[in-house]
């Protein structure tokens, strides 16, 4: 089993910057990919990054270039650094870890970007 922490989100005003921080826990070893996605209200969960056991990165186009996904393996977190931010990146974001058994997901920390 693996569990997954999160913690970081807030209210930031645009162009602003947060860092949220994902700690895996239990089954370290069953993890393959670890990832982060978001839904704001009305609209499906999308994507915004994830990150392989080999350090391979994929993002969503619209955050390319203002959000960089990154691990540490020693502390078992993912993190994801979010630069530039607009009104339309809030949402609750969810960490997410593709296990051996399974997805696994958190349980959500809100990014709230506005004047």
């Known amino acids: 089993q693996v569990q997954l922490v999160e913690s970081g989100g807030g209210l930031v005003q645009p162009g602003g910057s947060l860092r949220l921080s994902c700690a895996a826990s239990?089954?370290?070893?069953?993890?393959?990919?670890m990832g982060w996605y978001r839904q704001a209200p009305g609209k499906q969960r999308e994507l915004v990054a994830t990150?392989?056991?080999?350090?391979?990165?994929n993002y969503a186009d619209s955050v390319k270039g203002r959000f960089t996904i990154s691990r540490d393996n020693a502390k078992n977190t993912v993190y994801l650094q979010m630069n530039s931010l607009k009104p339309e990146d809030t949402a609750p974001y969810y960490c997410?870890?593709?296990?051996?058994?399974?997805?696994?997901w958190g349980q959500g920390t809100q990014v709230a970007v506005s004047s």
């Open positions: 997410t870890a593709r296990t051996i058994y399974g997805a696994v």
């Open positions: 239990g089954s370290i070893f069953s993890i393959n990919v």
């Open positions: 990150i392989t056991r080999g350090g391979a990165t």
